[in-house]
C-alpha cells in the first residue's frame, strides 16, 4: 500500500477525476462570473463592455452597503450562537446526561435534515399574528402580556431576529453532533488527572477540555461561517428579504440585481465581493486559530 | 493482490459508468427520432396556469382535437417566467407560445425575437377578435411599440365590499376618499377590519397610492411621470402616500399587514372578516368558489376607486390591466403555427366566456345566458370604462419596481415618511 501512495503518478492517477470535476463545476464558473463584472447589459439585450464601471457603482450603492451590514451582522449572532449552543449541547450530553443522551441527540438533530422551506413555513406559523395569533402571540396573550404581542416578520426591528433564531436553531444540532464527537475523543483519563487535581465544572471544561477539542471547535467555526455568510434560502423562504430591505442579505441582493433587475454585470460584481469577503474571514480564523495552536 | 484487484474494480466501475451514459444518450436520441419520425407537431407552451385553469386549458383543449399538433405545457411560477424566457431568448430557443409581463416586452421586441401579432392577425383575416379596448392598453404597455401580445385575460380593478357589513353599519359606497377614511373610521369603532390587504406582496400597497394619485392628476399620471411630464414627488404624491401611510398606521389594514400573503388577504375577505378588499376581476373565479366565498357571491359589490375632492380623475376611468400576456416566437411561427393559431383564437373570447367564465381581451359573439353576476359585472363595468389607468408600476422597470415596492412595506410601517418613500423612488426614476 505504502509503495502505490509513494508514486506521485498513482496519487496522480486518484485524485485526477475528482480535481477535473472540481475544476469544472467551481472555477470555471467562477472566472464565467469574474469575466461578467466587466461588462453591462443582459442576456437579451447583450452585454457591452463596461469597463470598471460596476465596481464604482458598487462601492456608491447604499443598499449594498445595507445587505452587506445586514450579512455581516447575520453571520456573527448566527455563527456565535450555533457553535456556542453546539458546544453547550454537546457539554451536556457528555456530561450530564450522559449514556440516556442518545434520544436528546436525534432531536436536537432533527431540524438539521428538515428542508429549509418546511422550518420557514413552520416559524412563520409560529410567530404569525395575522388570520389567527401564532403559537408566540397566544402564549403571550395566555399570560396577559397584550403589550408584547407584535407582527415579529413583518416589522424590520424584529424580522432579522427571527431569522437569526430560526437559522441557528436549525443548525445547532448539527455542530452539538460534531462537537460531542470531538469530545468523546477526550481522553478519559486526563479527564480524571484533573479531576483528582481538583479541576471541575467550568474551569475543567475552559483549561481542558475546549483546549483538547480546538481543532473541531475552528471548523466548526469555519463551516458555520461559511454557511451564514452566504445565506439565501432561508431569507428567501421566511421573508423574501423584508419587510423593505431589512432582511436582505448580500446572497438575495445578489439574486434580485442578477435574475430580476437583469444586471447581470452587477449581480456578479456582488457574487465576486461575497466571494472575497468569505475568503478573507475563513482565512484569518483559520491564521488566528493557526498561530495559537503553534504557540 | 488486493491492491490490484480495487484498481482492477475501480476501472471496471468506470467504464460500467461511461457505457451506461452512452446507452443511456442512445436511448435518448431513438426517442426523440421516434418522436420526430411521427408528424405530429410539438407546440411548446410556457405559462403560470397549470393545463386545468385558465388560458392553458382552453388551448389544450382546442388541442387535444388536432391530429397534427402536440400541445406541451410546461408551468412555472409567475415570478421566474421572466427569467426562464429571458434565458431562452439569449439561446434562441423561445417556445411557440409563451406569458409574460407585457410592460417588460420592449427588449424582445426590439430584437425581432416576439411576433407582430397586430400583422400575423391581420394576415389570417381575426384582427376583429381582438377587442379593441385591449389592443390600445397593451399598446400602451409597450411603450408604442406595436401590438406584440395577446390579451388572453383583461381585468378591471376597484374595492371590492362585504354588502352585508356595509348595511349593517349604514354605510353607503364612498364617492370621495374622505368618505372612505369615514366609513373606515366607523367600522374600526364597530369593530370590523375595514381592509384586507395583502401587504407581503407588496403590490397592493401600491396600487392604493395609485388609486389615490390617478384620481388627483387622472388616469394618465404615471403615463406623465414616466413622460417626466409629472413629478413622483409632487403634492398629489405626497397626500397619496401620506394617506396610505395613515391608513395602515391606523389599522385599517388589521395587524401585521406586511405578514399577509394573497391566500390569507382574500380569505379574510371572504369568509367576512374585512369589509373591502382592493383587487382585480381575476378574483371573480375564486369569488365565485362556493367552497370557498363563505359571504355568499350576492353580497359582494364592486366600487371603483373613490375621487379626491379637486382632483382631476373621473369615476368612469377604471384601473385596468391585461394581466400575463400571451406572446408568440418569431422565429417557431411558421404555416403549420399559423394555421393553428388561426383555429385556436378563432372565437376565443366565447370559448373563454363560456367555458371559464373568464373575461378576456377578444370579443364575445354569444353570450351564455348563466353567466354568474359578479362576471356579468365585471364585464359591463369593462363596457363602461372610458379611460384605462395603468397600475403603479405599469412603465417602470425592474429596478424602479423593487424600490416601490419594497418600500411601500416601509412606508406603511411608519419606518419610514412619506416624503422619503417619494424621494427614494424619484432617485431610481432619475437613474
Redesign the interface.
Known sequence: MHKVLGDRKAIFLFIAPALLIFLVLLLVPIIWSSVYTFFEGSLIKGFDFAGLSNYFAIFSDPDFYNSLWTTIKFTLVVTTGQVFLGLMLSLLFVFYIKKASFLIRTLVFFPVVLPTVAIAQLFSKLFEIAPNYGLINSLLEVLNMEQYIEPWLGQTSTAFWILCIMEIWKAMGFYAVILYAGLMDVPEDVLEAAKIDGAKGWKLTQFIVLPLIKPILISSVIFSLSGTLKVFEQVVALTNGGPGKSTTTLSVYMYQQAFTSGNYGYGSTIALVLLFLTLVITLVVYRVSWKDATK | MK?KAVLTLTFAL?LLIIVGCSSNDEANENNESERSSSDQREINFISEDTPEVQEAKILSDFDAEQSDTDLQIETIEQNNI??QI??L??SNDLPELFKYESNQLG??I??G?VLNIEEAFNDLGIYEELNPAAVDLLEQLSSGRGLYALPVELNIEGFWYNKEIFDENGLEVPETWADLLTASDKLLEAGVQPFAVA??E?WPITRLINGYVIRYYGANAMEDVSNGDLSITDQGFVEAATTVQNMGQDGYF???????DSD?AL??FLQG?AAMYYSGSWDVANFNNEDRNQIGIDNIGLFNTPLVEGGEGKLSDWSMNAGLTLSLSADKYDEQMADWVKEAFTGYGDKAMKEMGMVSGFTVENMPEDVSPLTELTLDTIDSAENAALWFEGRF???QK?VAE??A??LV?G??SPEEYLELLDEELKK
Open positions: 491492491l468506470m421572466l427569467q429571458s434565458l431568448a439569449a427588449d424582445l426590439d430584437n425575437s401587504g407581503k407588496r388589521g395587524q401585521g399587514v406586511n405578514t399577509i390569507t380569505d379574510t372578516q422597470n425592474a429596478d423593487l419594497q418600500n412595506q416601509l410601517n419606518d419610514i
